[in-house]
């Protein structure tokens, strides 16, 4: 059997999600008929990871088992045609027979973009998240750095995650400007269920003066939700890169 | 009565077009709402052209007459408040009484964009039309140097167009490539419907050398649509400029 491994990226502000479900489009469903079609056989993928609703990849790795003798450059180019144009395959190639996208994931790189300006840019719709007043994005990333090492990040997890174990290692955790965008970077070995989301809007609630300066670790040490600040909404948000 | 003029940037992928109609979102009716909610009287906006669905405007102008002693900022700022993220107001300013953005217009400039590459971009959908083959920029832009001038462009402009008089002036007409996006810049005393969409199928049909080089001068002479190329999709489309 062949274990095929691939890289994609997609845009997800038309989908519900990655992962399949009875109701709405979602990534897995997309790709699963695409491969199927092109394959002519029922085609179940192995993604690295769930992405909610809004949720934008620029690197998603999956796996999945096929007898089928394709060349991986024909699989890559005949999916991408059956593919939608905001879902694209950007690299295909044969992987060991016990090489599973998730189970064999090390950690993940996510981004958030925040569009700061008080002017709309309606080209950016959907791939942003908007920010009209002025981030201080050199004090914000002083502050982001006590998200770094290994910590119980159950403030920083939506009251619907079911994990038992929230302990989570944030490798790192930068916050850089580039003209009108702020763009948030943190890698670690795992993330919670809106995990990034609610770290980047604990940031803002900083920014804004709602929470205060250097109360970060004292947010953790609480381990309780609502000690944290809004969870921002998905639009912003990337999975840059997952490592193995 | 005070006479308005505003200056608003739309992403058109999500509606039916520019001009208010019984089925389908339009830009128009989008933008009307709005003002008629914010100024709480029905407005209507005398728009400075249609633009058809799927095409884009980074500069479009329009005015509506109001008595409401509204100022222009609290005008700009409300609108864009109850506006979608993917209509943005830019400036908003008082015009003498008897200014019509469509009457008054001089010429407009066109872009059209192309994203000339093998490998699918999800974050350019529906802002971007994609050509997979090399496109031979230099030689295109020499091409397009036979639109320019006041001529019978009866042959690019769609069957469905209603128009008695076909003869426009192009002033001018550019290609140039940034990186893997070739852009196609047309400015004109005015555009018939799907003019531009047409002369840059046109060029694409020449890049593929489906229509002969040098053939554009002895297709605008025999004013028959069926001579010029396809009609590229609105993705690429951008209303760039409007001259007064």
Chains 1, 2 share one sequence.
């Not at 005949?78 to 090390?106: M, Q, S, W, Y």
């Not at 942003?128 to 119980?152: H, T």
């Not at 939506?158 to 038992?164: F, G, H, Q, T």
């Amino acid at each position: 059997m062949r274990n095929i491994k691939v890289i994609m990226a997609y845009n997800g502000a038309g989908y519900h999600g990655y992962q399949r479900q009875n109701n709405g489009d979602t990534i897995q469903q997309t790709v699963e008929e695409a491969l199927s079609k092109l394959l002519r056989e029922e085609i179940v993928i192995n993604g690295c990871s769930r992405t909610d609703a809004g949720v934008h990849a620029r690197e998603y790795i999956f796996n999945f088992k096929t007898e089928n003798p394709i060349s991986c450059e024909g699989l890559l180019k005949g999916t991408n045609d059956l593919l939608p144009e905001d879902i694209a395959f950007l690299e295909v190639c044969e992987e060991r027979e016990d090489f599973h996208a998730r189970f064999d994931c090390k950690g993940k790189e996510y981004e958030y973009v925040i569009h700061n300006s008080t002017v709309k840019n309606p080209f950016y719709a959907d791939t942003v998240m908007r920010y009209k007043y002025p981030l201080d994005e050199k004090m914000l990333d002083l502050e982001a750095k006590a998200f770094i090492g290994r910590q119980d990040f159950k403030s920083f997890c939506s009251a619907e995650c079911d994990k038992e174990d929230t302990t989570r290692t944030i490798y790192s955790f930068d916050v850089v400007r580039e003209n009108d965008l702020v763009k948030m970077r943190v890698s670690g070995d795992g993330f919670l269920y809106n995990m990034v989301r609610i770290m980047v809007g604990t940031l803002v609630c900083i920014n804004e003066g709602k929470i205060e300066k250097g109360k970060i670790k004292e947010i953790i040490e609480q381990k309780d939700r609502t000690k944290a600040g809004i969870t921002v909404v998905p639009d912003g948000l990337y999975l840059n890169k997952v490592f193995y």
